[in-house]
Structure formats: C-alpha cells, structure tokens
C-alpha cells in the first residue's frame, strides 16, 4: 500500500500563473456538458419563434421558422422584450410595414403580407443568432469561467491542475 498527499487550493489561493493554466484548462466548463442555447431558444419559443437549429462558426447562422402569426410574435416581442433590443425595434419596423400594406391595400380581400413576413423572419434569425453568439462568449469568458470555478468549489494542485 501507498499513501500519497496533495496540497489542494481553492482557486483564490493560486498563484496568478496557475490561475491562467486553471482557466485554459476549463476554458469550455459552461458549454461542454450542457444545452447552454436553452435559454435562448426558450425566448424564442415565448414570442412565437422556433429555432431548429444554429453554428455559430462556419456560415454562422440560425434556422427556424414562425410558430405563431408574424403579427402575433410581433406584439409578443413589444410585450415583453425591452425597447433597447434589437428584436423589439425589428417588430416596430415590421408593424410600421405591416400598417403601411394594410392601409394601401384596404380595399382588397386578401392582403399579401408574405414578403415582409418573411423579411421579418431573417431579420428575427440574425437577432438570435447575435444573442446565441453573446451568450456563448459569455459563457467561455475569464470572467464566466471564474464564476464556475468559484461556485462549484473546484480544487486545485498548485500547478492549477483541477482535482479530481
């Protein structure tokens, strides 16, 4: 039999070195394992968007489609996403359209909102392709990193390797 011992550190106690190495090491801690887009896509899922899915490398982009009336998630976004977003302005722009078309076109039976409608879309898929971007440099910032380390209590060798 052998015993073997191990100075174990919180991440406070590192030198600034280890602390570097500690970060690098779990420099994807906050996306590795889970579903980090959940919230995202659970905000699109709220006005009426449905994301089916995104890369946030090559050709950089998100898919989905409207689960709901354009005009409906619209509303939904004045509702409840504040004036500052880029969504909230984009469903301004849209009902400003959308308003224009139906007054020109009053007089007519069936009012053609298709391309505004699908207009409205791309702009809504590049609005959460931006958020999905921001939260994944969040997520894999120093700062969030550190955040993880710290509430989780990770211990480490003094080298800043985590114990396992």
């Known amino acids: 039999m ?8 919180k991440f406070s106690e590192l030198s600034d070195e280890a602390k570097e190495k500690a970060i690098e090491k779990l420099s994807s801690v906050n996306v590795e394992y889970i ?5 995202v896509y659970s905000d699109a899922e709220d006005i009426g968007l449905k994301i089916k899915g995104f890369d946030l490398d090559r050709g950089s982009y998100v898919k989905g489609d409207f689960i709901e009336y354009a005009e409906t998630v619209a509303n939904k976004i004045i509702e409840n996403h504040g004036e500052n977003c880029e969504t909230y302005k984009d469903a301004k722009n849209y009902l400003k359209d959308l308003a224009a078309i139906v007054n020109k076109t009053a ?8 391309d505004i409608d699908r207009e409205f879309l791309k702009t809504l898929l590049e609005d959460y392709r931006i958020m999905l971007k921001q939260e994944y440099e969040y997520l894999t910032s120093k700062e969030a990193i550190i955040e993880t380390i710290e509430a989780n209590n990770y211990e480490f060798n003094e080298n800043g390797n985590i114990d396992h």
Do not use: A, F, G
């Not at 052998?2 to 550190?9: N, P």
């Not at 579903?35 to 919230?39: A, I, M, N, Q, V």
């Not at 007089?107 to 298709?114: A, F, P, V, Y």
């Open 107 to 114: 007089t007519e039976d069936d009012i053609d909102t298709e």
């Open 2 to 9: 052998r015993i073997k011992e191990i100075k174990l550190y």
């Open 35 to 39: 579903e980090w887009w959940e919230s």
